[in-house]
């Protein structure tokens, strides 16, 4: 069996980002990225802006926190990754992409 787990995307930031700090100081990064999809169902184009919870760890990603803002346009390429929340009626899943690079598009804001 074989197994590829990459994404790449392109869209638009629509949140604003925020910088996190694991319990063992590690930085974490987090933003909502906008993307956009036309696709055709029955002979009739369908639009739709997903929003993908995006999220990078590194010292790196602090300046890369300082660059990007909710309306910028950037490329993220990760993993998908599965994450579990606990809430209080029960489990909740969620996926969310794990970036290895994060890049501002030319162009800046959308």
């Known amino acids: 069996m074989f197994y590829f787990n990459r994404v790449i995307l392109a869209g638009t930031v629509s949140a604003p980002v925020e910088v996190r ?56 390429e990760g993993s998908l990754e599965e994450r579990v929340i606990k809430m209080e009626l029960g489990v909740k899943k969620a996926l969310t992409v794990v970036a290895q690079k994060i890049a501002l598009l030319k162009g800046g804001e959308a």
């Open 21 to 76: 700090y694991t319990t063992n100081g590690e930085v974490v990064l987090w933003f909502t990225l906008k993307v956009r999809s036309g696709i055709k169902h029955r002979k009739q184009e369908m639009e739709q802006e997903p929003e993908i919870e995006v999220m990078a760890f590194g010292v790196e990603n602090e300046k890369v926190a300082k660059a990007i803002m909710k309306g910028h346009n950037v490329f993220v």
